[in-house]
């Protein structure tokens, strides 16, 4: 079997070298490709892009670009899986005292009791505790809103149905999630205290003036602003013509004039009033 290779003359050193200088034509089209690429950019399209196009063709960009954003909505916590993996699997296995026991004691109307013992998700009182939030998420296809989901695992024992105790132990077999409209969790907008510890990126953005009045917050209001109402502080009283504390919602919608003029507490005291003779 035969090759043909080329093989690349080399030339000769003794030889002299002609250097031409570049003609009109190649300076010309140098000068407009780089016009092209200040075009480009200009256009807020980086200069890859339009090297991907030419090389792969229209076909092959829109594939790579679909394999690329498959991949990235391909990641975990896009996924509905989430919330499983917070408990699921069970790392620690073959230990009986890995998982919280409850005892619930049952009293019958014919006077009996019943004692019930399981294992349960961990305590509230320990690290983590018996409930992990995971991150929103849009329901995409069933619900269509953004959702906001609790899970807590479920501990079982396994194997089950054997007659050898001592191999039995506690494990998280299932996981049990509660889901809700993100829309409906309420924002507390009240400075950091004991009832709002934080984190909390919400926190002291009412707009309660802190020398009369003090903040309080609102159940129920959802994921929106004014969900607090403003209370008069110690030593201070609503106006004669106000019948309850300052609803948020009216501070939030408020102009600056309205601010300044209202939404105030008076100090509690005497106030004397000379009389007018006539």
Not at 106 to 129: L, V
Not at 173 to 195: H, W, Y
Not at 251 to 275: D, K, M
Request: glycine residues 8%; charged residues 25%.
């Amino acid at each position: 079997m035969d090759f043909d290779f080329e093989k690349e003359i080399e030339p000769d050193s003794t030889q002299p070298v002609e250097v031409s200088a570049p003609s009109e034509k190649g300076g010309e089209e140098a000068t407009k490709g780089v016009e092209r690429e200040a075009d480009k950019s200009k256009m807020g399209l980086p200069v890859e892009f339009y090297f991907c196009l030419h090389v792969m063709g229209p076909l092959g960009f829109l594939a790579t670009l679909f394999v690329f954003v498959a991949t990235a909505f391909a990641q975990y916590h896009w996924q509905t899986r989430e919330r499983y993996r917070k408990w699921l699997p069970d790392i620690i296995k073959n230990r009986q005292d890995t998982k919280t026991t409850y005892i619930v004691r049952i009293r019958h109307a014919n006077n009996t009791n019943e004692t019930i013992t399981f294992h349960g998700p961990p305590g509230p009182d320990e690290t983590p505790g018996p409930v992990k939030w995971v991150r929103p998420y849009f329901d995409c296809g069933r619900s269509n809103k953004w959702i906001f989901g609790a899970s807590v695992p479920v501990a079982d024992i396994y194997p089950r149905h054997t007659s050898f105790r001592h191999i039995e132990y506690p494990t998280f077999t299932a996981v049990s999630v509660m889901e809700m409209d993100f829309d409906r969790i309420d924002i507390n907008q009240c400075p950091l205290g004991k009832g709002n510890p934080g984190p909390n990126v919400f926190a002291g953005t009412d707009f309660c003036k802190k020398e009369t009045t003090e903040c309080e917050p609102l159940h129920g209001y959802g994921f929106r602003r004014g969900g607090y109402q403003c209370r008069c502080n110690p030593g201070f009283r609503l106006p004669n013509v106000v019948r309850r504390p300052y609803l948020g919602q009216i501070l939030e919608r408020a102009t600056a004039a309205e601010f300044e003029r209202g939404f105030n507490c008076v100090p509690i005291g005497c106030e004397s009033y000379l009389s007018l003779q006539i």
